[in-house]
C-alpha cells in the first residue's frame, strides 16, 4: 500500500480576515507557512508520482446544505458556490 495526501477544504473562503480560524491562527504569517507547507507536500507528492485527493466542501446558494460549524460561524454571511 502506497501513501496519498488528502489535502481537505483548503479554499480561498478560509483565509479571509474575517474567517475564525484567520484570527485563531494569528493571521497572515500562520496562513502563509500552512499555503507553504501544503505546496511543499504537494510537491513531494506530484515528484515521487504518489495520489493526491483534494476534498473540497460545496453548499447550495441558500445555505441549505451547510453543516453546523459553518452555521454557527458565518451566520451573517451568506455562502457561495466556487
Same mark, same amino acid.
Given at each position: 500500500?502506497?501513501?496519498?495526501?488528502?489535502?481537505?477544504?483548503?479554499?480561498?473562503?478560509?483565509?479571509?480576515?474575517?474567517?475564525?480560524?484567520?484570527?485563531?491562527? %494569528?493571521? %497572515? !504569517? &500562520?496562513?502563509?507557512?500552512?499555503?507553504?507547507?501544503?505546496?511543499?507536500?504537494?510537491?513531494?507528492?506530484? %515528484? &515521487? %508520482?504518489?495520489?493526491?485527493?483534494?476534498?473540497?466542501?460545496?453548499?447550495? &446558494?441558500?445555505?441549505?446544505?451547510?453543516?453546523?460549524?459553518? !452555521?454557527?460561524?458565518?451566520?451573517?454571511?451568506?455562502? !457561495?458556490?466556487?
Amino acid at each position: 500500500m502506497k501513501p496519498a495526501l488528502l489535502v481537505i477544504d483548503l479554499q480561498h473562503w478560509f483565509f479571509k480576515d474575517n474567517a475564525p480560524v484567520y484570527s485563531r491562527h %494569528e493571521g %497572515e !504569517k &500562520k496562513v502563509n507557512k500552512l499555503i507553504y507547507n501544503t505546496n511543499k507536500l504537494i510537491d513531494y507528492f506530484k %515528484e &515521487k %508520482e504518489l495520489p493526491i485527493i483534494h476534498i473540497l466542501t460545496v453548499y447550495r &446558494k441558500d445555505g441549505s446544505t451547510r453543516d453546523l460549524w459553518s !452555521k454557527r460561524n458565518y451566520k451573517d454571511r451568506p455562502r !457561495k458556490n466556487p
